[in-house]
């Protein structure tokens, strides 16, 4: 049985987690990213930029040669037209906007797209797979209203469970953390998060 209540911890040894949790579970099968661990703090002073440090993280990975200033300075510009609020933050609906707003003036060919009913195989591991980062917007537990950068996934196979594992830029911390998406998926769930993703025509 899952303890639900794992889904208001914060995990930065993920294997103390597993062993206090987990305890035996055996890993299956993971899959992790290199992206930019910058903080929300190394680019702005604004404590709710959450969103918009995850869309210029992504932005920066497919695009190294753009600084992240530059990146973030631009979508600060159209946040502030589009749902984003320096006391709130930005409304989870408006993120893929934002993004599409800098890809548009950039003559980027790319595109957000804001996913609200979600599935970890399609929406996480296929997109980590293929080396696609995701934005994961978060309503409850430990990062109840924050914006994060999922990087890879790792999954065990617990009492013939699969416990999925999220690895995580949280913008606090230039070090990986992990969220229990198995907890967080658990019961009252609908709505508690959501994923915005980049779009290719594969």
Known sequence: MINFDTKNKRISDLDSYINKYYNGAELIEEKSIDLPTYTIKDITNDRNACSLVSLTRLINYYYKDIDPM??????????????????YGTFPNFISEIGNSYFKLKKIPLKFKGIYFTNFYIHVKNQIDKDRPVIMNIGEGYYKNHSLTVIGYKIFLYKKLKIKILEVIDGWSKEKRYIDYSALNGLNSLGAYSFNLIKFND
Do not use: L, S, T, W
């Open 70 to 87: 530059e990146i973030y300075n631009f979508i600060i510009i159209f946040a502030r037209k589009r749902g984003y609020y320096e006391e």
